[in-house]
T-cell receptor, first 112, second 117 residues
Framework: SQQGEEDPQALSIQEGENATMNCSYKTSINNLQWYRQNSGRGLVHLIL?????REKHSGRLRVTLDTSKKSSSLLITASRAADTASYFCATDRGSTLGRLYFGRGTQLTVWP | DARVTQTPRHKVTEMGQEVTMRCQPI?????VFWYRQTMMQGLELLAY????????DSGMPKDRFSAEMPDATLATLKIQPSEPRDSAVYFC???????????????FGPGTRLTVL
């Protein structure tokens, strides 16, 4: 079963707007990761946030984590057409074995 | 530029045929994952290895699927016999496990798109 549940399933915005995607999960975690998948490609790691962190930035990406609500959000600022992709969150469910549990993803479309 | 490679990129075969997919993990990575992605089920973990030993293959149909790591530079996923429901994109990913307390980032290959007629 999927661990992360991304919301919304699909998001359509104009270039320059911000895109916010959310992820909810059900168990304790050590960390949460976000990945991007362009059409026809493999997933690419974007950012990792540990359970003792609340916010992390990487370029135009901002990730927040609220362990009390078991949720995370990914914000892409000033979006570009090239950001069009599916975005997945993944958690380890508290395991230290290295396995990740992926959600079903949010399909982001950024229109020029 | 280190990356995971997978072959073949596309495979069309007929039901009942054997399919072998290959993956070359990033040099130095000690963990290899096999995933299957479909519209219906999303991304499913089939099996994964650490230091070439299988850690978990519970996501894999045992009667027809097998996964091996003949050496540190090659992982294989075989389906015999293949069925139409096996049609999917199969991804290999690798990572470096440095010990307890470290979190693995996974590096995905481009995938093998399998169509079973």
């Amino acid at each position: 079963s999927q661990q992360g549940e991304e919301d919304p399933q699909a998001l359509s915005i104009q270039e320059g707007e911000n895109a916010t995607m959310n992820c909810s999960y059900k168990t304790s975690i050590n960390n949460l990761q976000w990945y991007r998948q362009n059409s026809g490609r493999g997933l690419v790691h974007l950012i990792l946030i540990r359970s003792n962190e609340r916010e992390k930035h990487s370029g135009r990406l901002r990730v927040t984590l609220d362990t009390s609500k078991k949720s995370s959000s990914l914000l892409i600022t000033a979006s570009r057409a090239a950001d069009t992709a599916s975005y997945f969150c993944a958690t380890d469910r508290g395991s230290t074995l290295g396995r990740l549990y992926f959600g079903r993803g949010t399909q982001l479309t950024v229109w020029p | 530029d280190a990356r995971v490679t997978q072959t073949p990129r596309h495979k069309v075969t007929e039901m009942g045929q054997e399919v072998t997919m290959r993956c070359q993990p990033i040099l130095g990575h000690n963990t290899v994952f096999w995933y299957r992605q479909t519209m219906m089920q999303g991304l499913e973990l089939l099996a994964y290895f650490r230091n070439r030993a299988p850690l978990d293959d519970s996501g894999m149909p045992k009667d027809r699927f097998s996964a091996e790591m003949p050496d540190a530079t090659l992982a294989t996923l075989k389906i015999q016999p293949s069925e139409p429901r096996d049609s999917a994109v199969y991804f290999c990913a690798s990572g470096l496990r440095r010990g307890q307390g470290f979190t693995d980032t996974q590096y995905f290959g481009p995938g093998t798109r399998l169509t079973v007629l």
